[in-house]
C-alpha cells in the first residue's frame, strides 16, 4: 500500500522557497545570480520592536491558544483603524505566519475556492492538500488582473455547484503587484450570492499611495481577513500572522483554533510581545520610507524593461512586476525562466505557478535584491527618491533589469 496519501504526493514543494534556495546555492557556487524569483522585504524590523522581542526573549510560558490577549486586542484596534471595520480580539487567531492560519482555515473549510488568475502560488496547492476543489477566474490586463463584477458572478453561477464558497483576493497583488480597483462591486456580488472573501492583506500596507483599502469595508460580515508582520514589518523569517473572521463564523474560528491546538499549539511567546508593539507603536514614518523606496525601485524596473519585447503593468505595491514576453518559442514558462536563469543569471518564478496556462510567457519578477537598511538610512524623512539613487542603492536590481532587457530584445 503507498505509504503517502494521493493528494499529497501531487504537492510540490512551494515555488517561492525552491528558488530561494536554488538562487542561494548558485551563488555560493560562484555564479552572479539577480535574485528576482523569492518575495522577500529587504528592510529591517524596526530597531525598536527588535529590542521589544530581545527584552521578553527570557519569557518561556505557553501563551493562550488563540494568541496573546493584548496582541489580539492591538491587531484588532490595528484593522479598525485602517477599515472602520470591527474585528474584535475574540474573533482573531495568532498563527505562525498567515500561510499557516489560510491553511487552517482550507483544512476546517467545507467547499469550493475561487481564485483569480493571478493568485499566490501557494493558495491551491493548501487547497489540494485540505481536498477543496479549485476554480479559477481569467482575469484581464486592462482590469488589473482582478476579476470584474460580472467575470465573478459568471463563474459563480456557470461553475460551481458547492454552496460554500471561498473567494481568495489579495490587493496589492502577488504576483502581479496591481491594486484592485473594484472592490465595491465584487463586495456586492459576494454578498448577493452569499459567497465568503478571505482578504489576504499581506502586503495592503504596502500599499504605494498609502491607502488601505480592504474588501471588509464594503463587505464585512462576509470577509475574513489574514495579514502579519511579514512585509510591511520586515520580519518574513520571524513567522508571526493572524486571521480575523467576522461575528457570524465564530464557530469556524473555533474549528481553527482547535486545529492550531493540536498543531503547533501557541505561536512563540517573545515574538507576540515584539507584535503587540508592532501592531500598537506608530510606525508611519518607517512605512512611508519602505513604500517610497518599493515604488522608486518598481518604477525604475517597470521603466527599464517595458518595450516592444516586454509587456508590463505598473507597480502599484507589494514588490513584485510580471512582465510578459513577447515573440518567444518556449514550450512553457518555466522553460522561458529556465533559459532567462542560464542565459542572463536573473532568477524568476514562472507564471504557472500562479495560474496562468503554461504557454503564456509570463512570469514574477521580485525586485528585492538590495540592501533595504543601507536605502532606508540614506532617505531623508520626506526625501525624494531618485533614479540616481536607484542605482546607487539598489545595484543588482539596476544590472539585472538590464540584463533582462538586453535578453528579451535578442529574442
Ligand atoms: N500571502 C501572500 C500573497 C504572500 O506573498 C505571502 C508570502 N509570504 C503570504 C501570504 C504568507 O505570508 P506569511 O506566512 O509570511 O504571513
Ligand atoms: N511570499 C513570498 C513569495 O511569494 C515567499 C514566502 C513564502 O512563499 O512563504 O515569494
Known sequence: MNLIKKNITKVKQSATLVINEKSKQLIADGKKVYSFGFGQSPFPVPEKIVSVLKDNAHKKEYLPMQGLEELREAVSKYLFSQTGVNYSKENILITPGSKEAMLLMHVAFNGDILLPTSSWVSYEPQANIAKNKTHWIKTKRENNWFPTADELEKKIKMKIKNKNIILILNSPNNPSGSVCKNLKQLAKIAKKNKILVLSDEIYTDLTFNGSYDSISKYYPEGTLISGGLSKWCGAGGWRLGFIAVPDKLKKFLKSLKT????????????????????????????????????????????????????????????????????????????????????????????????????????????????????????????????DGMVEKFAPNVVEGIKKLSNWAKKI
Open 259 to 386: 486545529l492550531a491546538s493540536e498543531s503547533y499549539s501557541t505561536v512563540n511567546t517573545p515574538l507576540q510581545y515584539a507584535a503587540v508593539e508592532a501592531y500598537s507603536g506608530d510606525y508611519e514614518n518607517y512605512k512611508n520610507k519602505t513604500r517610497k523606496i518599493l515604488e522608486g525601485v518598481g518604477n525604475y524596473a517597470y521603466n527599464n524593461l517595458k518595450s516592444n519585447k516586454i509587456l508590463l503593468t505598473p507597480p502599484e505595491g507589494a514588490f513584485y512586476l510580471m512582465p510578459e514576453f513577447l515573440g518567444t518559442k518556449f514550450k512553457n514558462s518555466n522553460h522561458l525562466c529556465e533559459k532567462i536563469l542560464e542565459d542572463t543569471g536573473v532568477a524568476l518564478l514562472p507564471g504557472s505557478d500562479f495560474g496562468f496556462e503554461p504557454k503564456k510567457m509570463i512570469a514574477r519578477l521580485s525586485y528585492t535584491d538590495f540592501d533595504g537598511e543601507n536605502f532606508l538610512n540614506s532617505l531623508e524623512d520626506n526625501g525624494n527618491l531618485t
